[in-house]
């Protein structure tokens, strides 16, 4: 049965995705509580009728449906499996939803603790960036079944065009991942086009809407990396994410026993980005590997910062960013 539209929602990381996307639940009519660690990107939704709470608990104490948006599988552990955790936190029967783009191991954890606890809990990364968040237009990739979702259909609905169902936990977020592999290898072979044109002399411009029209193609291409060419770095996508999801994608191909050596390319070249300074600007920003130094330096990347080998998560939360066997 479909939730009733007077059903309470917690929505807990309010930044680039989790603010528009909170956006569309309210002017669906739902009622809305809030959460976000820096309280003032939660300022808009509060001016439009959501309500704050302090904590992710406090949130969502009496939702029905808790959405999460956070940035990486530590802060999706610490929110839901701490001790006042949404595992706990949140009333018997609640759904607990994960937009995060996270761990797949992870996402079966908080599936199977939040079934020991009588919650329903499933992954549900998102695709179609910023402005598909801006436009409600999002690709929902659940991790779960449409008939167990059925109750929350019409929530998701709020902020999606379509949805690919991949119906078991985790599975949502090993689709997310194959879609990160992708886009890595296409943002890094449009930086790689536009530096060829440039070094060149022939227009970046006109070369980048001669391969838009054809076999060459890419969304990476047309609305990621031509931003650089009007030294737009800011980010939709921040950099430190992208890096992120290639971690997690090596380590879920390391499970599979398989080499994926273009998207190790492609991490090493986030890397770098995010070594030089570049973690907060968007994925765009990896264009500045092929310009020269003065360009980059006046983009704001430093190159001094740079370290000989790959900068790895975390140790202490290693264990979601590398696969099953090594749990
Ligand atoms: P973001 O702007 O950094 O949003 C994440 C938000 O989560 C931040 O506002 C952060 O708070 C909040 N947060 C993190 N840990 C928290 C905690 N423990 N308690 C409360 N709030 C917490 O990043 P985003 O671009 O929206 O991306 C969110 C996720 O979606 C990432 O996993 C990303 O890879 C994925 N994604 C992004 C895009 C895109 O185009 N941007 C597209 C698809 C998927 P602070 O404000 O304090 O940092």
Not at 169 to 184: D, E, H, R, V
Not at 244 to 257: F, I
Request: hydrophobic content about 40%.
């Amino acid at each position: 049965m479909v939730l009733s539209n007077d059903c309470k929602i917690a929505f807990i990381g309010t930044g680039i995705m989790g603010a528009p996307i909170a956006g569309h639940l309210l002017d669906a009519g739902y009622s809305l509580t809030v959460h976000n660690r820096t309280r003032e990107k939660a300022d808009g939704l509060v001016a439009r009728g959501a309500v704050w709470a302090d904590t992710p608990a406090k949130a969502a104490r009496d939702a029905d449906v808790v959405f999460t948006m956070l940035g990486y599988p530590s802060d999706v552990e610490d929110v839901y499996l701490a001790t006042d955790g949404l595992i706990r936190a949140s009333k018997k029967g609640a759904w607990l939803i994960d937009l995060t783009t996270s761990s797949p191991q992870l996402a079966r954890d908080i599936h199977d603790a939040a079934e020991v606890e009588d919650r329903h809990a499933f992954d549900c990364p998102v695709t179609g960036g910023q402005q598909g968040a801006i436009d409600g237009t999002l690709t929902l990739i659940a991790g779960i079944t449409s008939k167990d979702a059925k109750p929350v259909l019409p929530l998701l609905q709020t902020f999606s065009s379509q949805i690919y169902w991949f119906e078991r936990a985790g599975a949502g977020q090993t689709a997310k991942l194959c879609n990160q592999i992708s886009l890595a290898a296409s943002l890094a072979g449009a930086a790689e086009m536009l530096a060829v044109a440039e070094q060149s002399g022939i227009s970046p411009e006109l070369v980048a809407q001669m391969v838009g029209a054809g076999m060459g193609g890419s969304v990476q291409l047309s609305r990621v990396a031509t931003r650089a060419l009007e030294g737009d770095y800011a980010p939709g996508f921040l950099a430190e994410h992208l890096r992120k999801d290639l971690m997690l994608a090596l380590a879920t191909a390391e499970d599979l026993e398989l080499t994926l050596p273009e998207t190790e390319t492609s991490f090493n070249l986030i890397d770098m980005l995010c070594q030089a300074g570049g973690s907060r600007k968007g994925t765009q920003a990896v264009t500045l590997l092929y310009t020269d130094e003065a360009t980059s330096t006046a983009a704001g990347l430093d190159w001094s910062l740079l370290k000989a080998e790959p900068q790895d998560a975390d140790p202490a939360r290693q264990r979601y960013y590398t696969g099953t066997k090594n749990l």
